[in-house]
T-cell receptor, first 113, second 115 residues
Framework: GNSVTQMEGPVTLSEEAFLTINCTYT??????LFWYVQYPGEGLQLLLK?????DKGSNKGFEATYRKETTSFHLEKGSVQVSDSAVYFC????????????FGTGTKLQVIP | DAGVIQSPRHEVTEMGQEVTLRCKPI?????LFWYRQTMMRGLELLIY????????DSGMPEDRFSAKMPNASFSTLKIQPSEPRDSAVYFC?????????????FGPGTRLLVL
């Protein structure tokens, strides 16, 4: 079956530090990969996506590259801000069939001034 | 578009009472999902619909939970009778299988507390 594994949180960083949140996946076929972000008190929202191997998704300074050889989709940002404090979810959608997305358990990021 | 709309935003009820959560998906979306989120169990998919038809309800915890989608613009999740362990944030999300596969749009959630 499909599964997504994320690094345990919380991750605490100082403002302007470099961020990496690790994500690996298991899936049959050729999944699409996503990062979602959940700010306190809100629902999840799509941050970025990649649909095939070697694609790079990017948005708001965040990036992630679809690495088929290592089955990974790590999230990175060069300089985090306090406003980036949130929970980040890695997710996959397998090709074909219905639109059921498999989410990871989420990684909480706290950025301190 | 107003996004996914959920009501009520907060619900406090007593054990044994019936609770009904409501969701209006984004117009034109053909998928609707109900999730539950707690600190202990994280984000759980309860049920999802495609073109108003339930596709997978294997995440519904027990018979006390039921969901309906009578038309493309409205869905309900009902808990009867409610129990304290049902306390959680319930999210509704919608997506379009054709436009942007996998991109789900979440509502703000309903925070349910069962006393």
């Amino acid at each position: 079956g499909n599964s997504v594994t994320q690094m345990e949180g919380p991750v605490t960083l100082s403002e302007e530090a470099f961020l990496t949140i690790n994500c690996t996946y298991t899936a049959t076929g050729y999944p699409s990969l996503f990062w979602y972000v959940q700010y306190p008190g809100e629902g999840l929202q799509l941050l970025l996506k990649a649909t095939k191997a070697d694609d790079k998704g990017s948005n708001k300074g965040f990036e992630a590259t679809y690495r088929k050889e290592t089955t990974s989709f790590h999230l990175e940002k060069g300089s985090v801000q306090v406003s980036d404090s949130a929970v980040y979810f890695c997710a996959l959608l397998n090709s074909g069939g219905y639109q059921k997305v498999t989410f990871g358990t989420g990684t909480k990021l706290q950025v301190i001034p | 578009d107003a996004g996914v709309i959920q009501s009520p935003r907060h619900e406090v009820t007593e054990m044994g009472q019936e609770v009904t959560l409501r969701c209006k998906p984004i117009s034109g979306h053909d998928y609707l999902f109900w999730y539950r989120q707690t600190m202990m169990r994280g984000l759980e998919l309860l049920i999802y619909f495609n073109n108003n038809v339930p596709i997978d309800d294997s995440g519904m915890p027990e018979d006390r939970f039921s969901a309906k989608m009578p038309n493309a613009s409205f869905s309900t999740l009902k808990i009867q009778p409610s129990e304290p362990r049902d306390s959680a944030v319930y999210f509704c999300a919608s997506s379009s299988g054709g436009l942007l596969p996998g991109a789900q749009y979440f509502g703000p959630g309903t925070r349910l507390l069962v006393l």
